[in-house]
């Protein structure tokens, strides 16, 4: 039987990003859609390789309004979304010293007005809650109770498994060599399987939507994967962390947290780089186990479990890229999602969702994540 090569909507990269997306199509009656992946499998990069939290403080205002709004749907997922549940309420432990410290201060009445459920804490506070914890090396600490650990593989599973129910289709091994744009209008894609046309072509490439943005004559949006490293390893001697939140120190870049009966840290690397395969250096994995010894003695690993990297992407101004190209009509941009893509899939795959279907969002002001700020 020969396979279709007509349809509504193709959806480039079958990421969080993507699948999230086409699931709230398919909400929205729209079903005639072609998910393409380049890998053997979805998810391989970013959403595969992601230790995904939820964690309702960011620095940027714009990407904290969309993880709040995101969190009701993990916390009350529609029914029969998923059979587990999406999020562990572990709890989040933000730690800080000096200007970021005053930062957070600085910000508690902005995640009171949010609604989001946090306790400031001092260093002797945080020593009690986690003592294997240096306090010097903070002035003061936030505790998001009501966050934490996202169940990734659920979530992910779940937003493909409704869609392909649905009617959505899913192919993978199959990777973009060109985009077709009649009068600035994009038409369709070609790939190594051959031409596709469609109404919309939505960007959801991850740390390759840069470069497919390029082959469609689009804004000049810049967007650059990062390398983001973990390690994993057993608790030292009797050391239980099962129960511990997820602990994070920004001000001398170290995160921690339990993780399949044992540890994971990264040491919040930021590595530019072109989109790739990515994989640990093991500088960064010295630095880890450094910084491992500075703020958390107890906790030095003996040896590793295991070591990996993935790629967060972003654009110029840490905002998200979300809608329709000002220059290449009916090209939909769904990237730059950085760090927060898991944490703020469903709000922002029902945003791209409705101005896919309907042009508009009343969801959120769709302004802050255009595209066509970028055209200055």
């Given at each position: ?218 804004a000049p949006i810049k967007?650059?994967?990062y390398r983001r490293t ?147």
């Amino acid at each position: 039987m020969e396979k279709k090569d007509n349809f509504e909507v193709i959806i480039i990269g079958c990421g969080i990003a993507g699948a999230s997306c086409a699931y709230f199509l398919a909400e929205k009656g729209i079903t005639d859609i072609l998910m393409i992946e380049r890998e053997e499998q979805p998810g391989y990069h970013s959403t595969g390789r992601s230790a995904a939290v939820i964690v309702e403080f960011e620095p940027i205002p714009t990407v904290q309004d969309l993880i709040v709004k995101s969190a009701k749907f993990f916390r009350n997922p529609p029914e029969g979304f998923c059979e587990n549940p999406l999020l562990e309420q572990s709890g989040i432990l933000l730690m800080f010293q000096s200007q970021l410290w005053k930062f957070a201060e600085q910000s508690a009445m902005r995640l009171e007005s949010s609604g989001v459920k946090f306790k400031l804490l001092s260093p002797s506070e945080v020593a009690s809650m986690m003592p294997v914890i240096s306090p010097e090396y903070l002035d003061g600490a936030m505790y998001l109770s009501e966050d934490g650990h996202i169940d990734v593989h659920e979530l992910f599973w779940s937003y493909i498994r409704h869609s392909k129910r649905r009617g959505v289709e899913l192919r993978c091994n199959v990777e973009v060599k060109g985009i077709n744009v009649e009068r600035d209008k994009c038409t369709g894609v070609v790939t190594n399987k051959g031409k596709f046309k469609a109404k919309w072509v939505v960007n959801a490439a991850g740390a390759w939507a840069g470069k497919i943005g390029k082959l469609a004559n689009t804004a000049p949006i810049k967007l650059v994967p990062y390398r983001r490293t973990i390690i994993s390893f057993s608790p030292p001697g009797d050391i239980d962390a099962s129960g511990w939140p997820h602990a994070v120190n920004p001000s001398y870049g170290l995160y921690f947290s339990p993780e399949s009966g044992g540890i994971c840290a990264s040491p919040m690397d930021e590595d530019p780089m072109e989109p790739c395969d990515a994989y640990p250096d093991e500088l960064v994995i010295a630095q880890t186990v450094d910084r491992i010894g500075k703020l958390a003695p107890p906790l030095v690993p003996r040896s590793l479990r295991r070591k990996w990297a993935g790629l967060r992407t972003f654009a110029q101004d840490y905002a998200f890229v979300v809608g329709e190209d000002p220059l290449t009509k009916r090209f939909f941009w769904l990237a730059g999602q950085g760090g927060s893509g898991i944490e703020t899939s469903p709000l922002v795959g029902q945003i791209a969702a409705d101005l896919i279907a309907e042009g508009r969002t009343e969801l959120f002001n769709s302004g802050l994540l255009s595209p066509a700020r970028f055209l200055g």
